[in-house]
């Protein structure tokens, strides 16, 4: 029965998946709330609770997304849902276990599958970055999982010095596109060195340094790290990720990096726009210009905005302050926490997707420090 399970439940999850995007975009309206932006995004974050792990969205994304959770699990410890966060990655890493591997999401009758499709770069790093965080207490059969998890991840996706292998056709944030070993992965793998050594995992040999010196030799352009190695265009994912991950940690390259978002006006009109050049990357079938205009070009994703937020008061930058109150009139203005905006302002709507609402990524916006 475990295995038919195996086999079956990726495609139940897909198709379950494919079903509720459908559903949202042609016979569901948003959901709006009443309050300031603080009280909207408390009211999500309570209803994505629903006593055994956090939903993604209050749309089409009702399942678990370990990418999108991630993303979220310190700012969720930060906000005092530290239990919360436990049960969810109990109930998420029991569901693996099951599966016999990690994938992107689970849904919630326990299936476990990819989307869009390809396996992930980013979801172990995630899992392991949120057992960090959150101080998560691992047993042994969890440990033994997650070990022999490292080793077929060196395997599949490493080469002998650790750094990623060329020509991988994986899945990551920018999920849209096919990168070249993007910024992001590299950043991603990076942390997850340093979350082994301080979870006390085998199987993993590679030390987080490498990881620094990939970044600054082969992406790092003076201004800003490239979106990966074939394309020096400015992406959010790749930009900001080793900073927020604090796999680099240098004031003065973060400062570059934040000057580049003010001078081409990434940040307008509030935080913040995916990138440029959209049209450089190769995209994946039913993601491309054709069926999903610019939606991860000029389109503004909320997710990208609230990194973006946190690395600034980090530093304090002395723009925050103007950048944060941008956030809050979005959130106002929309009664809810939605996934992109177009450039224009409006909702991303187009013939085969709508943005969702309702995202968990309000968290990481909840824990930022409010300014009046």
């Known amino acids: 029965m475990g295995t038919i399970k195996r086999n079956i439940g990726p495609i139940i999850g897909v198709l379950r998946a494919e079903y509720r995007q459908l559903a949202n975009r042609y016979f569901r309206r948003v959901q709006r709330f009443r309050g300031t932006a603080k009280e909207i995004g408390e009211q999500i974050i309570e209803r994505l609770w629903a006593g055994d792990f956090y939903r993604t969205s209050l749309g089409h994304f009702d399942f678990f997304w370990m990418r999108d959770f991630g993303t979220v699990a310190k700012s969720l410890v930060d906000l005092g849902h530290t239990t919360r966060v436990h049960y969810t990655l109990r109930w998420a890493l029991r569901q693996y276990r099951k599966a016999g591997r990690i994938t992107t999401c689970i849904d919630k009758a326990g299936n476990a599958f990819n989307a869009p499709g390809r396996p992930s770069i980013d979801g172990l790093p995630w899992l392991l970055h949120s057992l960090r965080v959150s101080g998560y207490v691992l047993n042994n059969a969890e440990k033994t999982f997650l070990s022999h998890q490292l080793q077929e991840y060196c395997d599949n996706y490493l080469d002998k010095s650790g750094d990623l292998s060329p020509g991988l056709r994986i899945a990551e944030m ?93 940040n307008m009109p509030f935080p913040l726009r995916y990138g440029e050049r959209d049209h450089d990357f190769k995209h994946r079938f039913g993601m491309g210009h054709w069926m999903m205009p610019r939606y991860t070009g000029d389109t503004m994703w909320t997710w990208h905005g609230t990194f973006y937020l946190h690395i600034m008061q980090r530093i304090k930058h002395p723009d925050y302050a103007l950048n944060y109150k941008r956030f809050v009139r979005m959130i106002e203005k929309q009664g809810t926490y939605p996934e992109l905006i177009n450039a224009s302002g409006k909702w991303y709507d187009t013939p085969i997707y709508r943005a969702d609402p309702g995202m968990v990524w309000v968290a990481l916006f909840l824990a930022l420090p409010e300014v009046k």
Request: proline fraction near 4%.
């Open 174 to 266: 920018r999920d849209a596109v096919y990168y070249d070993r993007s910024a992001y992965a590299i950043s991603l793998i990076g942390r997850m060195a340093y979350c082994v050594q301080k979870l006390h995992l085998p199987g993993f040999p590679f030390a987080p340094d490498v990881y620094e010196t990939i970044l600054k030799d082969h992406y790092w352009n003076g201004q800003y790290f490239n979106a990966d190695r074939s394309n020096d265009a400015f992406s959010s994912d790749s930009a900001l990720m080793p900073f927020f991950l604090k796999v680099i940690e240098d004031k003065a390259m973060i400062e570059k990096t934040l000057d580049v978002i003010h001078k081409k006006k990434f």
